[in-house]
């Protein structure tokens, strides 16, 4: 495990850890990732995140045959058909995608889900709707990491949006942004990785790249 106050490296090393085991997750620890959550800028300081801790082996079965439906029919053959992104290649990219369908098929053994949500009130959710909902759940995943604890950012959900928020019981106003399966992981932490950062950063006009980057 990481110095929890070392936060570069904790950054360095929070990949997405798809593959979970199945061992309860203390609810000491999962107070301190929601307490990072909580933490998180917030526009305006409204703190309209709230956050669906689910344990229910039922809920998260329903949910399950949803995302597998998803992985089925949008994700899986958008991997098959796919390029490595920036900073893979093509072995590293079909083991990321066993690990995706590895998660799919056991994301309802996850011991613990957080349901990232917010409480967007009469308003249509906007591009700057996640402002302040992602923050938090990036602070969740950053903490997850330093308690030794795998997890990943998920949102396949969405693709039957209306379904699964009818099985956590969301009422009018509250929609989900994320979902968070979090356990103790089967693998290793690792570097993420990236492209190189001369591909992505600009200086004043765009395209014009920024010097001294690697």
């Not at 495990?1 to 090393?13: A, G, S, V």
């Not at 079909?94 to 799919?104: D, G």
């Not at 009818?166 to 942004?177: D, E, M, T, V």
């Given at each position: 495990?990481?110095?929890?106050?070392?936060?570069?490296?904790?950054?360095?090393?929070t990949r997405a850890m798809r593959r979970l085991?199945?061992?309860?997750?203390?609810?000491?620890?999962?107070?301190?990732?929601?307490?990072?959550?909580?933490?998180?800028?917030?526009?305006?300081?409204?703190?309209?995140?709230?956050?669906?801790?689910?344990?229910?082996?039922?809920?998260?079965?329903?949910?399950?045959?949803?995302?597998?439906?998803?992985?089925?029919?949008?994700?899986?053959?958008?991997?098959?058909?796919?390029?490595?992104?920036?900073?893979?290649?093509?072995?590293?990219?079909?083991?990321?995608?066993?690990?995706?369908?590895?998660?799919?098929?056991?994301?309802?053994?996850?011991?613990?889900?957080?349901?990232?949500?917010?409480?967007?009130?009469?308003?249509?959710?906007?591009?700057?709707?996640?402002?302040?909902?992602?923050?938090?759940?990036?602070?969740?995943?950053?903490?997850?990491?330093a308690l030794g604890l795998g997890a990943t950012?998920?949102?396949?959900?969405?693709?039957?949006?209306?379904?699964?928020?009818?099985?956590?019981?969301?009422?009018?106003?509250?929609?989900?942004?994320?979902?968070?399966?979090?356990?103790?992981?089967?693998?290793?932490?690792?570097?993420?990785?990236?492209?190189?950062?001369?591909?992505?950063?600009?200086?004043?006009?765009?395209?014009?790249?920024?010097?001294?980057?690697?």
């Open positions: 495990m990481p110095d929890e106050n070392d936060l570069f490296e904790i950054q360095r090393t085991k199945p061992d309860p997750v203390p609810d000491e620890l999962v107070q301190k990732i929601l307490r990072a959550g909580m933490n998180a800028a917030s526009g305006g300081n409204s703190q309209r995140w709230r956050f669906l801790v689910i344990k229910d082996q039922s809920i998260k079965e329903k949910v399950q045959a949803y995302y597998k439906r998803a992985f089925d029919e949008v994700v899986s053959p958008r991997y098959l058909s796919s390029d490595p992104p920036p900073g893979s290649s093509p072995g590293r990219y079909r083991r990321q995608h066993s690990a995706v369908e590895y998660l799919t098929d056991h994301y309802h053994e996850a011991p613990i889900w957080i349901v990232a949500c917010q409480d967007d009130g009469q308003s249509t959710p906007s591009r700057s709707s996640g402002a302040s909902i992602y923050p938090a759940v990036q602070n969740m995943l950053l903490a997850a990491r950012l998920t949102t396949r959900h969405l693709n039957f949006e209306a379904e699964v928020e009818a099985i956590f019981g969301l009422p009018q106003g509250i929609h989900s942004y994320a979902i968070l399966p979090i356990g103790y992981p089967l693998g290793n932490f690792g570097p993420v990785r990236r492209g190189d950062m001369a591909d992505f950063v600009y200086l004043d006009t765009w395209n014009n790249q920024y010097p001294g980057l690697e």
